[in-house]
């Protein structure tokens, strides 16, 4: 079974950058697509940005322009990329590998935390 690892969260002020990686065990190629989703407390679990298998990008309104998505195949790792970072921004991130075959896999999440 594949295991997804996010790293890069952390404590950022208010139009700073990070820039998320979700390393896989296995081979990124296997999912369909592959995503990131937040969650803020409180709110349901809402998706960030996903990247299909050839590279195709779908983003939510509110990060659009902000955030950019991509992966490295060769290293069987998604990022997320995430500029101009907004207070409401702040959440655990959430990496999701998704297949036809063997339905959703997650990561445990990093906390992403942007200050005023």
């Known amino acids: 079974q594949v295991q997804l690892v996010e790293s890069g969260g952390g404590l950022v002020q208010a139009g700073g950058s990070l820039r998320l990686s979700c390393a896989a065990s296995?081979?990124?190629?296997?999912?369909?697509?592959m995503g990131w989703y937040r969650q803020a407390p409180g709110k349901q679990r809402e998706l960030v940005a996903t990247i299909t298998r050839g590279a195709s990008t779908n983003y939510a309104d509110s990060v659009k322009g902000r955030f950019t998505i991509s992966r490295a195949n060769a290293k069987n790792t998604v990022y997320l990329q995430m500029n101009s970072l907004k207070p409401e921004d702040t959440a655990v991130y959430y990496c999701n590998g998704y297949s036809s075959w063997t339905g959703d896999f997650w990561g445990q999440g990093t906390q992403v935390t942007v200050s005023s």
């Open positions: 296995g081979s990124i190629i296997s999912f369909n697509t």
